[in-house]
């Protein structure tokens, strides 16, 4: 490793060599090499900003740039080993962009001629305009392995922790990586895949303790038999994919269509613009343009990159990682509508009126460059009137005009009158080496509510537009509550001193009318998470029942066809429909719609059950090292074993096992959510607020367990635990299983 000059070496060499002052020199003539080029430009900076050198004048390049991630190859390799690559896609005019790679420990070598899939960052005043850091090099699909290393005189073996594997991995000697006994390891295999003997893998990272919280996600990813290995021709078929052209497209380059999403976004499938509609005869009406990337370009009927993405049905998210439906090289770069570079969309003009009503709407395959990429805070900042310089410039022909058609779409959903849950989010927040270092509830925002808004409406223009064009397609249903789930409630209801309507046809409005009455009152917890019980699971299917928590008559879902199956069938019967092509519906998917709807139904209840399963592991873990201390919340379920205790800090959920309440019988009230203790008259019920003690918190199955000691500000007298009358003895591991068998009965509504 080249030691790093000083400030005064550096100023002395530039002083000599008057005419060899760029950045590559001056690392050429000190032995600086890959990584170490971060610390030298730090050093630059450093001098740049004392004053004693000055930066020259960039030259001129095309505005265009390159994707976040991008397809490379490998260009030269000089004799100090800087390896310069080549963008393979570059639609730009000017000089094609220079770009170094930086390689980091354990990346393979690299050869001329070697292509990679590379995240890029933009360097600016460099003699490269991009750094490049590898994501996967092309032609390498290595099989990934997640198991227990169990160490040997030699090396190790690893037992996968896979439920379907039926056999083990064998570690050689210099492969560990450092890995000891007993820690969840993530492996690759080496060498070629043998008939005799196991199959070798050499360790790729040291994921620690099992039950630690970096090995959370991907424990939960096994277990619920989640799809995280692309096959080898699902990889290569995306590698050779290529820029989608004008060819048969409209061109919407010229439209300043925007993204907004999460600041930390890998992909973006959708972007917006509105503006006033000039016709006379719609005064205050506005014109929005919804584009989502064309996946059904590069993911065809019949191919390997179909049949896997129905295999997965939707992508999958933790707080430390993502299990995308699609490979990189289309999620990340091909599908992803990345700030001025060209992509092939699908979208939709629809007009509303100065209500929100939807007038008309027309679809169209097209082109477009992204003009800018923004993140739902810096928008909302802007139009609440402290833009930044990357938003200022678009705030009155971009950021206003969307605002304003929002304004109207939520004057049409107050018409409406979609299911107005209170149900605030919760966000984990993690360190880079996976523990939890906060918990919050996600901040919610008008950007945020602006772009739900007009992607419910684009869904029902999709489904509309397939239902005039009599084509079949998947709708998005969410039936009516039961009549029973309904009396129910209306039992909950009464006996909080509210009323819910009956002997009439439901709507959500007389739902939303009961959730108004309540809200600000003791009962506001109780009557929203019994409404929320109350409701049906949202599910795929061919025919359409109708969408009842957004109160709407026609639904699909058209806008995330990087991460729903759902919407890439979707898309394939808009081309059939309008003729746009060979790569809409085929017979098959026509024949296999309703097996489709039920199996992509299941996948999506599965990556529900995984992302709850890692949530509640993780909270554990996070508060296993507060055992002991008091908490508040709220009453969040009951059963006959006990009460579910949802925390107001964390939003973690645990039980007080009925058994460590007082000495005494107690009496559980199905109907109306309630135990009652015989002798004391202590009754429990949803809404509740209560002081507990955290007595357990198991990381490994994210169970919590909790003492109870006051409910509504009033001292509860506790029993030691296991005392109580027969039938009513829990111990915690039974209580614990009986916890997680009634938490998966509860399904949220998805949209």
């Known amino acids: 490793m080249a030691r790093i000059p000083t400030k005064d070496e550096i100023l002395a060499w530039i002083s000599d060599n008057p005419t060899q002052t760029s950045k590559r020199d001056i690392a050429k003539a000190f032995g600086i090499k890959g990584a170490e080029r971060i610390d030298l430009k730090r050093i630059l900076r450093e001098l740049e900003a004392d004053g004693q050198l000055q930066k020259r004048t960039k030259t001129y390049r095309d505005p265009d740039k390159l994707p976040p991630v991008a397809m490379l190859e490998v260009s030269e390799i000089s004799p100090d080993g800087d390896v310069m690559a080549r963008a393979l896609e570059w639609q730009g005019e000017g000089t094609p962009p220079r770009i170094l790679f930086i390689a980091k420990k354990g990346d393979p070598g690299l050869a001329k001629g070697d292509r990679i899939l590379c995240r890029m960052t933009e360097e600016a005043g460099e003699d490269y305009d991009y750094t490049a850091r590898l994501i996967r090099k092309i032609g390498q699909h290595a099989k990934t392995i997640l198991g227990i290393y169990r160490k040997g005189h030699e090396g190790g073996r690893i037992t996968p922790i896979d439920k379907g594997a039926d056999k083990e991995w064998m570690v050689p000697a210099g492969a560990e990586e450092g890995a000891r006994d007993g820690e969840l390891v993530e492996a690759q295999q080496v060498g070629p895949k043998g008939r005799l003997g196991l199959p070798k893998a050499r360790v790729v990272a040291r994921l620690g303790d099992p039950s630690a919280a970096k090995a959370v996600s991907l424990i939960a990813i096994h277990q619920h038999g989640i799809p995280d290995d692309f096959p080898d021709a699902v990889l290569d078929e995306a590698d050779a994919q290529t820029p989608a052209e004008l ?59 179909d049949a896997e993405a129905r295999k997965r049905g939707n992508s999958s998210y933790f707080p430390d990682r993502v299990v995308p439906m699609l490979p990189d090289r289309l999620s990340g770069d091909l599908c992803s509508l990345h700030e001025g570079v ?82 605030p989010e919760r966000k984990i927040v993690l360190t880079e080496d996976g523990q939890v270092e ?9 950007a945020h509510r602006l772009i739900e808004e ?47 309507a009956k002997g009439q046809v439901l709507k959500t409005a007389h739902l939303n009318r009961l959730l108004s009455q309540a809200e600000g009152s003791e009962f506001d917890e109780l009557i929203n998470m019994s409404t929320l019980r109350s409701m049906t699971q949202a599910y795929y299917h061919p025919q359409n029942f109708g969408h009842f928590g957004l109160a709407l008559t026609h639904y699909a879902h058209f806008t995330s066809p990087i991460r729903r199956y759902s919407d890439l069938i979707v898309h394939r019967a808009l081309i059939t429909a309008h003729g746009w092509g060979d790569d809409g519906l085929s017979p098959e998917d026509i024949d296999q719609l309703e097996a489709t709807a039920t199996h992509i139904s299941q996948t999506e209840r599965r990556s529900m059950e995984a992302e709850r399963d890692t949530t509640d592991r993780y909270l554990a873990a996070f508060l296993s090292e507060r055992v002991g201390d008091e908490m508040t919340g709220k009453i969040a379920g009951i059963q006959r074993f006990g009460a579910f205790v949802r925390l107001d800090e964390t939003g973690a959920d645990g039980l007080i096992p009925i058994s460590t309440i007082g000495n005494e019988y107690f009496r559980f009230d199905d109907r109306e959510q309630a135990l009652t203790g015989e002798r ?33 500000g009033n001292p509860v007298k506790t029993s030691p635990r296991g005392a109580g009358r027969e039938g009513m003895k829990r111990k915690p591991a039974r209580a614990s299983k009986q916890a997680a068998k009634a938490r ?4 949220r509504t998805r949209r």
């Open 247 to 305: 060819d048969g497209r409209e061109d919407l380059r010229h439209l300043p269509l925007i993204t907004i999403d999460p600041h930390d976004a890998r992909d973006r499938d959708d972007a917006v613009l509105a503006h006033p509609d000039d016709n006379p005869n719609n005064p205050g009406g506005f014109v929005i343009w919804v584009a989502i990337a064309d996946v059904a370009h590069y993911v065809t009927p019949g191919s390997a990159l």
């Open 342 to 423: 060209p992509r092939a969309v699908i979208a939709t003009r629809m007009v509303i009126d100065a209500d929100g009503r939807k007038l008309s709407h027309s679809f169209i395959r097209g082109l477009m460059k992204s003009r800018a990429s923004l993140a739902y805070q810096e928008v909302q900042a802007a139009q609440d009137g402290a833009p930044n310089d990357k938003t200022a410039p678009l705030l009155n022909e971009v950021i206003t005009p969307l605002y304003g058609a929002y304004h109207a779409l939520r004057r049409a959903r107050a018409y409406r009158q979609p299911l107005d849950l209170d149900l």
């Open 438 to 446: 906060s918990v919050r509830f996600a901040e919610r925002l008008d």
């Open 454 to 500: 007009m992607m419910v409406l684009a869904n029902v223009a999709a489904a509309e537009e397939l239902e005039r064009l009599n084509r079949p397609l998947l709708y998005r249903v969410h039936e009516e509550p039961t009549p029973e789930k309904m009396e129910a409630l209306r039992e909950v209801a009464q006996a909080s001193g509210f009323t819910l």
């Open 680 to 712: 004391s008259g202590l009754r429990l019920t949803v809404g509740q607020p209560v002081l507990v003690r955290l007595a357990e918190a198991v990381p490994v199955t994210g169970g919590l367990m909790f003492q109870l000691l006051e409910v509504a």
């Open 744 to 747: 998966k009965k509860v399904h």
